[in-house]
């Protein structure tokens, strides 16, 4: 199973960026998948998550309104657009996948991450 996250940089405060993570190697429509972030010197947290079908979302209360979750079941990706950026969101971002189809904000109950990507926003 590997998970590849892409789509990380350098942006200023109030712009924009789109994460994309390719998955290969697991049934992708059976998977929930999420997206988390972790800033230096803190846990890693929950940002979004998308369930198996029918792709009913959920959101940490810090980014719902300005992110969005999305998945292509055609192409095995799970893409993450972020909008109105905050210096505060400056964190690495791993996708993830939850093989028993529990909808979950505990990092602790998914199986696969992919290896991070960086994002960076300056005030």
């Known amino acids: 199973v590997q998970l590849q996250a892409s789509g990380g940089g350098l942006v200023q405060a109030g712009g924009s960026l789109r994460l994309s993570c390719v998955a290969s190697g697991i049934t992708f429509s059976s998977v929930v998948l999420a997206w988390f972030r972790q800033a230096p010197g803190k846990e890693r947290e929950f940002v979004a998550g998308?369930?198996?079908?029918?792709?009913?979302?959920y959101y940490a209360d810090s980014v719902k309104g300005r992110f969005t979750i999305s998945r292509d079941t055609t192409k095995s990706t799970v893409s993450l657009q972020m909008n109105s950026l905050k210096p505060e969101d400056t964190a690495v971002y791993y996708c993830?996948?939850?093989?028993?189809?529990?909808?979950?904000?505990?990092?602790?109950?998914?199986?696969?991450w992919g290896q991070g990507t960086l994002v960076t926003v300056s005030s």
């Open positions: 998308i369930r198996r079908s029918g792709g009913a979302t």
């Open positions: 993830a996948a939850n093989r028993r189809g529990v909808e979950t904000i505990d990092r602790n109950q998914y199986d696969y």
